[in-house]
């Protein structure tokens, strides 16, 4: 079974910064494409950032530049490094994992283009 597992939430305060983990098992990440979801209280869950099967990432606009996507050296894991976070930060963060290598531009941030989802960690941001 696929699992993806979260860690690295937590609270800090306006500007600083957080590193998000998921551990992805049971599924072959290295030719495949992955995202970080987040949900924000009452809100629906929106894409964060998305990385494909070259390693080719995009970011939604909130991002400004401050957070990065990437894949471990460790194999298997995949990283959200956030910096100068903001209140409107806060939401439960999600890592996904598609079948896919690539997805196209309307598909990125599509919830239903990813087969795989983690439990989701909290970032709060006051």
């Known amino acids: 079974d696929v699992q993806l597992v979260e860690s690295g939430g937590g609270s800090v305060q306006t500007g600083e910064s957080l590193t998000l983990s998921c551990q992805i098992s049971?599924?072959?990440?290295?030719?495949?494409?992955l995202a970080w979801f987040r949900q924000p209280p009452g809100k629906e869950r929106e894409g964060v950032a998305y990385i494909d099967n070259t390693g080719g990432t995009v970011y939604n606009d909130f991002v400004e530049g401050r957070f990065t996507i990437s894949k471990g050296s460790a194999k298997n894991t995949l990283y959200l490094q956030m910096s100068a976070l903001k209140p409107e930060d806060t939401a439960m963060y999600y890592c996904?994992?598609?079948?896919?290598?690539?997805?196209?531009?309307?598909?990125?941030?599509?919830?239903?283009?990813?087969?795989?989802w983690g439990q989701g960690t909290q970032v709060t941001v006051s």
């Open positions: 996904a994992a598609s079948d896919t290598g690539f997805l196209g531009i309307l598909f990125r941030f599509l919830v239903p283009a990813y087969q795989y």
């Open positions: 049971g599924y072959t990440y290295g030719n495949k494409c």
